[in-house]
């Protein structure tokens, strides 16, 4: 993820015609400042994919939709954000239109270059969003999960997930293992054996 001084911005609408100029770049807009989203590890491919096809499954029938990070996400009036996948179980946020308004479950997948970042201020503007039920973050470099649930406005409860464990997601009320979410990757160390 880079940011640029110039390309601070005060106005929503200069962000939104930047990105519908800009087709295949994405920029994340936060209180003004914008962001240029760089791309990530085959490794981290490979996780946002799988977690993806996990929950498209899951859901296939149901009113709730799971999104890659081609999504943009409306967190308030002055934060747009693109979540590694997201899911609405809002009828509003289907159609032509530009981006989600009402997140269910957001999915960070961790890089070494946006962890601090996904772990302190994008987790802050996730628990201001009031829709958002349930925030994932997903390590690239070894097998583990936390899982944060919105207990009360302000309560958060934390998950801990390790390669043998089931994760419960209770705002879709589906589950699925680490070790399907983790199928085919490779770890640095590990003599080149997938999971």
Known sequence: M???????MTKIDEYLELERNNQGVRYEYIDGHITMLAGGTLNHATIS?????????????RSCRAYTSDARVRLSETR????????????RDRGSIDFIQ???LVVEVLSPSTCD??????????????TIQEYMLIATDHPAVELFRREKNTLWTLFLFALEDS????????????????EGII??????KQL
């Open 49 to 61: 994919g799988n977690m993806f096809s996990i929950l498209h499954s899951a859901l296939r029938g």
């Open 102 to 104: 009402y997140p269910r």
């Open 117 to 130: 970042y996904d772990r302190g201020s994008k987790f802050t503007f996730y628990r201001e969003c009031p």
């Open 167 to 182: 994760v419960q997601v209770s705002s879709l009320d589906l589950s699925f293992t680490v070790a399907e979410l983790y």
């Open 2 to 8: 880079a940011s640029y001084p110039w390309q601070d």
């Open 187 to 192: 770890f640095a160390g590990s003599d080149d």
């Open 80 to 91: 747009y954000v693109y979540p590694d996948v997201t899911v609405t179980c809002d009828a």
